[in-house]
Structure formats: C-alpha cells, structure tokens
C-alpha cells in the first residue's frame, strides 16, 4: 500500500471513530442511573432496613448502645432488649454470610423529639477501619416536648468485612422557632467518637 492509500483510509476512519464516540457517549448519557455499570472494590455498601430509623416507646432504662451483629440471634437478642413485647421487627431478609447489622440506639429518653440515623461509613484505609457515623438529634431549649420515654433507634445492613467498626456520633440540636420570632431554624453540630458495645 502506498502512502496516499493510507492517508485516504485513515481519513475515511476517522468520521466513523468520532461517530462511534458520539454513539456510545449519548448512550451513557441516556441512560445514566438505569443501567448500573460493574465496579471493582466498590469498599463497604450500606443499605436501609425497611421501619428504620424508628423511636419506640419504652418503660426500661436503656443505656446507648452501639453493636455490629454478626447472626439471627444477636439480632433477636438486641431487639428483644429494646422491646420485650416483639412488635419490633425486621421485614427485610438479611444474609448473615455476607452481611452485618449495624445497631445503634440513643439511651431511654424522657420526653418526645429525639432521633438517631446512622449516616453514612467511612473507609479509613491506612488503619483498615471503617468509621460508622451516627447523626443523633434532639429538641434545643424552649421547644415544646411531650414527656413520653422512648428509645430513638436504627438498622442498617453492612457487607461482611475483617475490617474493625467503629462509630462517630454528631449530636444535632433542632433550635425551635418562636412564632413571635422570624428567625430560620437553626442546627448545632457536635462531633464526638463512641466505642463499640
């Protein structure tokens, strides 16, 4: 082949190499959030429990708990400690061989308006940790409040992993409006670190 054939073949390439890109990026565009492309070391995947997070009224004094169970029956154990009568359940199917239960609680509160969420999972990859964050809120000075004891709680499901758990709590006041007042509503954070129970 000549160098004038090969110069018209590469030109004639090209259209179609650019056509081709065009296809596949107005395709991947498309269809961004339908079609879930296969990661590698996609690290730790979290997901929601069906009913939590949930507050439950209580008659026991409950210290905070914060425990990664590892089986059916720690399962059942920490959902009997909080509630004795079994009306706190799980609705979703949890395989044990690949998965954890992520359990935090808030200690028995005295009155209404307290929640727990845990947040999200951080990799601390030089230490192989994972740091479980833990929003916990409360009702600020001067809110009005129900005196109800409860216990605020949450479940998540966590892939299995050799890796240490250990959570983060960051504490949110909910500051209440005045009606008198036209001032937003106002949130203070505070970071502390928990130790697992």
Not at 103 to 127: C, F, P, Q, R
Not at 148 to 177: P, S, Y
């Amino acid at each position: 082949m000549n160098k004038k054939q090969h110069t018209i073949l590469n030109m004639s390439l090209l259209p179609l190499a650019v056509i081709i890109l065009l296809i596949i990026g107005v395709g991947y565009f498309l269809l961004k959030g339908e079609v879930e492309l296969p990661k590698f070391n996609r690290g730790p995947q979290i997901k929601r429990l069906q009913g939590y997070p949930t507050v439950i009224d209580t008659t026991k004094d409950i210290e905070k708990i914060r425990k990664v169970l590892k089986n059916e029956t720690e399962l059942g154990e920490f959902l009997n400690t909080i509630d004795s009568s079994g009306s706190l359940t799980v609705k979703d199917s949890i395989n044990f061989d690949k998965e954890v239960v992520i359990a935090v609680t808030t200690s028995t509160n005295e009155e209404d308006g307290h929640k727990i969420k845990i947040a999200k999972v951080y990799e601390k990859k030089d230490e192989k940790v994972l740091l479980v964050r833990v929003d916990e809120t409360e009702m600020g000075e001067g809110c009005e409040t129900e005196k109800e004891k409860n216990v605020a709680l949450d479940l998540a499901v966590l892939t299995k992993t050799d890796w240490e758990i250990d959570f983060e709590r960051k504490k949110i006041i909910e500051e209440c409006r005045n009606e008198e007042e036209e001032i937003p509503e106002q949130q203070k954070n505070i970071t502390e670190s928990d130790e697992i129970n």
